[in-house]
């Protein structure tokens, strides 16, 4: 098990960017994934984007390609969201999760453990 804690939201206007931090501490596997979900009001929890911690290998939800960029620094043990180019539909609480096996999938019931979520909010 390990502890996640995120940061960084905030109230952006369209067009505008933020970056979203994950920071892991507590028990670390050789072998695991990363990943960044979202819920806006009354939809369901999404996939946004994953990265293998040792590998770097990276996925993302085609909603944002081009427009996100995960990624990590394992020295910080620290997982990154940037976001550019933000627009309203982008509001929602994101929430940084780790899943202890080395590919990384959209499924949110195959992630371990769950930081708490911090809101993002895009205003038109």
């Known amino acids: 098990q390990v502890q996640l804690v995120e940061s960084g939201g905030g109230l952006v206007q369209a067009g505008g960017s933020l970056r979203l931090s994950c920071t892991v501490s507590?028990?670390?596997?050789?072998?695991?994934?990363m990943g960044w979900f979202r819920q806006a009001p009354g939809k369901e929890r999404e996939f946004v984007a994953g990265?293998?911690?040792?590998?770097?290998?990276?996925q993302y939800a085609d909603s944002v390609k081009g427009r996100f960029t995960i990624s990590r620094d394992v020295a910080q043990a620290t997982v990154f969201l940037q976001m550019n180019s933000l627009k309203p539909e982008d509001t929602a609480v994101y929430y940084c999760?780790?899943?202890?096996?080395?590919?990384?999938?959209?499924?949110?019931?195959?992630?371990?453990?769950w930081g708490q979520g911090t809101q993002v909010t895009v205003s038109s």
């Open positions: 999760a780790a899943r202890f096996r080395s590919t990384i999938t959209t499924t949110q019931t195959s992630y371990d453990d």
């Open positions: 507590g028990r670390t596997f050789s072998s695991y994934s």
């Open positions: 990265i293998n911690w040792i590998s770097n290998y990276v």
